[in-house]
């Protein structure tokens, strides 16, 4: 155990061994106290030898046991905060040695140097956000409005791909042109619609396959036709959104459904 503080010692301070062992015998084996009176003591008077420094403390450490305590309150010090830390790693111990150096080190510095870096960075970003800031008149676009819309803004519907009109055109046109019809009804309260749009109608092979074969309905559960759909295919806005679907453009049967997000490979 004294060697492990004598190795600590040494490690915060860059003193030598000898005098690392003489401080922490002075201070009866305590060894934050002997680190920060190795400190104080080379604040004032830097011209002491480490050798002298430790001589003098262990002159006044028995001066003072020989005496007995004082009577008087004035001389009395407020005892020091015991702190507690770890220190990090190799860069930590390479840290601590290079501002040993000066001598001049905070107290802070004896105990939570490490740490303290090590936070910094989440300091640093703490202290960058503004209490009182206005998130609500942060979140409106230039016009002033308001984007409650959240994820359908930044996961926009797929509009080159999309047939624009009713179901029953959508219908007329996939017969039309001998194609099956798809349609993806959509929840702007499901993530899975959004990464629909960003990940799966956006995907290269994806879209030339739609533009190829389909003919690419879309509609949400909040609209009309989006609702009336529902309504038709008996399809459950609770469980079952967002959904795409297969149908025979003629008779209007399913002829395949797929339940949420679906991976553009599939």
């Known amino acids: ?6 190795a600590h010692f040494v490690l915060v301070t860059g003193a030598d061994a000898k ?12 060894l934050e106290s002997a680190i920060q009176l190795y400190f ?9 030898s480490d050798e002298a420094f430790a001589r003098s403390l262990q002159q006044q450490h028995a001066s003072s046991a020989q005496d007995g305590p004082s009577d008087s309150s ?12 770890t220190l990090y790693g190799e860069g ?10 000066s001598r001049h080190v905070p107290r802070l510095l004896v105990c939570c140097y490490v740490p303290f870096c090590c936070r910094n960075s989440e300091r640093a970003s703490a202290q960058d956000v503004n209490a009182f800031r206005d998130f609500q008149a942060e979140g409106r676009g230039p016009s002033g409005v308001s984007s409650s819309s959240g994820l359908a803004s930044l996961f926009k519907a797929p509009f080159a791909l999309m047939f624009q009109g009713t179901i029953d055109e959508a219908k007329a046109k996939a ?3 001998g194609k099956w019809l798809m349609v993806n009804v959509q929840s702007n309260s499901e993530f899975a619609s959004h990464q629909l749009n960003r990940d799966t109608w956006s995907d290269p092979t994806v879209s030339s ?18 609702g009336r759909f ?34 553009p490979q599939r």
């Open 74 to 85: 004035a001389e009395i010090r407020a005892p020091i905060p015991i702190m507690k830390d």
């Open 92 to 101: 930590a111990q390479h840290m601590l040695r290079h501002h040993s150096k």
């Open 230 to 263: 529902m309504t038709s295919y008996r399809i459950d806005s609770v469980t079952e959104l967002p959904i795409t679907l297969i149908l025979d453009p003629i008779t209007g049967a399913k002829q395949r459904q797929f339940l949420g997000f679906i991976e």
């Open 175 to 177: 017969v039309q042109e």
């Open 40 to 48: 104080d003591t080379q604040a004032g008077s830097a011209h002491y």
């Open 19 to 30: 005098t690392a062992e003489g401080l922490i015998e002075a201070c009866n084996g305590d």
């Open 1 to 6: 155990m004294q060697d492990e503080a004598v």
């Open 209 to 226: 396959i739609l533009m190829g074969s389909f003919i690419f309905w879309q509609v949400t559960d909040s609209s009309d036709m989006g």
